[in-house]
């Protein structure tokens, strides 16, 4: 790596540095390492001494920030490339545009020299009216009038004409004065309020949004999910949105207009000076107001889709991590009605073995052929997990599954399989994708996500990452944010989840492979073709001899491969071969085979790592090597449990306040959790009821996947509501009032429809405060 370091990289680095709590040589060392093309995961675990010790998190923070400044400092670069043409770059000018630290002051520092289309201020000057502008404002004592008697001409016929001409040089100055622009901005910011009303007309077809129809709250509070819900409001032409400042109060001269008077020492006495008031007074309410609220609206918009984009990679992160079944034999089964339940049997390696389709419910009603076909199944091919899709007819099919595993013997010390109800969510768009297509092209598309679902139960991670992260649906209005900021997002997310657990490089498919460190989806699939052709990976360094992987790509990604059962045992732990060296001097040490010694923490824990640095290898490494050799291979997951669904509480209307249920977290917000609870219909724990104690934030206490007891607290089944708790001393109105919220109805995952906000009852102001989004 060059040691070089560029001054705009240097105070690029220094920036950034006081972001993320890291020195400033740390942040330079990893800009010089992401800039040669190293991955984030690498540079996490394996240049740990070259960083000083920054993990993932401050990682993903400081590349996310290296791409702002730098885009900034470009941006810098074409302003006063800009002004230099035009020859009014001064010194001064040159200094300001260095420290502007945001792109809004930026083009704040720009407005005044950034070429536009012939203004009225511009026409104005050609008409001779500049002078009579800067006369006012040097002498306010004269009046306007009479000092615009002497600019008269064929162009300028009158008095008023030339006070007008005078009126739109001096606003434009005002306008773009960058120092008042930015007070303006930050007092707008801590004062305004965003306004929302019902459009005439929409009350019927907007209902949706009834809670904005006519609501105020201070902009700089708004809550993300409110923020894009309004958003949402405006753009579907039912509400209209707006900033106000100081709107209640009555004084002649308001507040920002003093300040823009202040700017230049208008007072209220002299003639000169209550013009230029009036003046003032139009530069606010005919630019600087728009322009404002424009990027307060702006600046809104961002701040809530960051707010959105940070809680669907978390879900995301949650859901990629979840524990996996294991590798055991499994049938998916992707419940229907009048299509049928469609079945699909995987083996302990995901291989399809089987498929086939029942029809246990109308119009066919042939429940005991569809359980007779599913023991059939069951029987021939071992199957010890049966993964039932959450969508429709689920409880139906969970209860005919139950019935038969209660009615079927199993012999020969034969375990009864263990049913579980999982997410299909992004089932049928993997169904309908090249990459399914791809893998099993002779397969009618329906049964596709079958196998799917029964894939995801043995290991959510490596199925998962076949469905584009935004399909997933665990976010908050996911269709109304920026969608490149949204997929940079959640790619990062799928990345880190995937080199966290890592992947075994003889059983992973192409799309798993693509997601480790280096690889990317053509040497991905270059590694499954000579697979294919030349049969199992026997080492890491055979990886050398698949086209196109050289040894760059391989230094990113070998750490996070892994080979079972090999010549090397080192291949099956995530040292990296770099440090086998460092690892076999640590082996030698204790005196041991390899083997004896993995997992032996007893011997290890008896080493004094700062034996085994190096030049190259600090006591970072060195204690990562020692930590593998204790758990090697370790999956960083949890272990597998699942919610078990109340028997009889099938439907929304089995529900009675007061019932004690287990469920699954789906889907968390900063403003509560949804959980299934079997009944089609996912639950709101609002944030007030997650704990005995105030919640700021849900993600503080759950995170989806989780397996959580509830209580049921509130049931709407005419609106499809659902209102549960989790505080153990009762559940009854939220701790604090709630926010408001609406938005569009949307489908929550995991494929099921958000339950709907309840206008009465205790609980219904929290469910209020969440349910109408996507």
Sequence with gaps: MSTATSPATARIAALIATEINARAEQVSAAIGLLDEGATVPFVARYRKEVTGGLDDTQLRLLDERLAYLREL?????????????????????????????????????????????????????????????????????????????????????????????????LSEQFAENADLVGRLRAYMKDRAFLRSRVVDGKQEAGAKFSDYFDHAERWATVAGHRALAMLRGRNEDVLSLDIEVDA??????????????????????????????????????????????????????????????????????????????????????????????????????????????????????????????????????KVELISIGNGTASRETEKLVAELLADMPFEDGAKKPLKVVVSEAGASVYSASATAAAEFPDLDVSLRGAVSIARRLQDPLAELVKIEPKSIGVGQYQHDVDQYRLGRSLEAVVEDAVNAVGVDLNTASAPLLARVSGLGASLAEAIVAHRDAIGPFASRSELLKVSRLGPRAFEQCAGFLRIRDGAEPLDASSVHPEAYGVAKKIVAACGRDVHALMGDAAALKALDPRVFVDERFGLPTVRDIIAELEKPGRDPRPGFKTATFADGVDDIKDLKPGMLLEGTVTNVAAFGAFVDIGVHQDGLVHVSQLADRFVKDAHEVVKAGDVVKVRVVEVDIKRKRIGLSMRKHGGGAPARPAARDAGGKGRMPPMRQAPQAASQGAFGAALADALKRK
């Design 73 to 169: 400092d470009a941006r810098r670069d074409t302003i006063l490339g800009s002004i230099r043409e035009q020859g009014k770059l001064t010194e001064e000018l040159e200094t300001r545009i260095a420290a502007a630290a945001t792109k809004a002051e930026l083009e704040d520092i720009y407005l005044p020299y950034k070429p536009k289309r012939r203004t009225k201020a511009e026409i104005a000057r050609e008409r001779g009216l500049g002078p009579l502008a800067e006369a006012i404002l040097a002498d306010r004592a004269a009046v306007p009038a009479e000092l615009a008697a002497a600019y008269l001409t064929d162009d300028v016929p009158d008095a008023k004409a030339a006070l007008e001409g005078a009126r739109d040089i």
């Design 248 to 381: 209640d109060d009555a004084s002649p001269v308001k507040p920002v207009e003093r300040m823009i008077a202040d700017a230049y020492a208008i007072g209220r006495q002299l003639p000169g000076d209550r013009w230029l008031m009036e003046v003032a007074g139009w530069t606010w309410r005919v630019k600087l107001s728009l322009h404002l609220s424009l990027d307060l609206m702006r600046e809104l918009r961002e701040r809530a889709e960051d707010e959105a984009i940070q809680v669907f990679a978390r879900n995301l992160k949650d859901l990629l991590l979840a524990a996996p079944a294991g590798s055991r034999p499994t049938m998916g089964l992707d419940p229907g009605i009048r299509t049928g339940v469609k079945v699909a049997v995987v083996d302990g390696t995901g291989k399809l073995v089987a498929t086939t389709t029942v029809y246990p419910f109308q119009p066919k009603n042939d429940l005991r052929g569809a359980q007779a076909e599913l023991a059939r199944l069951i029987r021939a091919h």
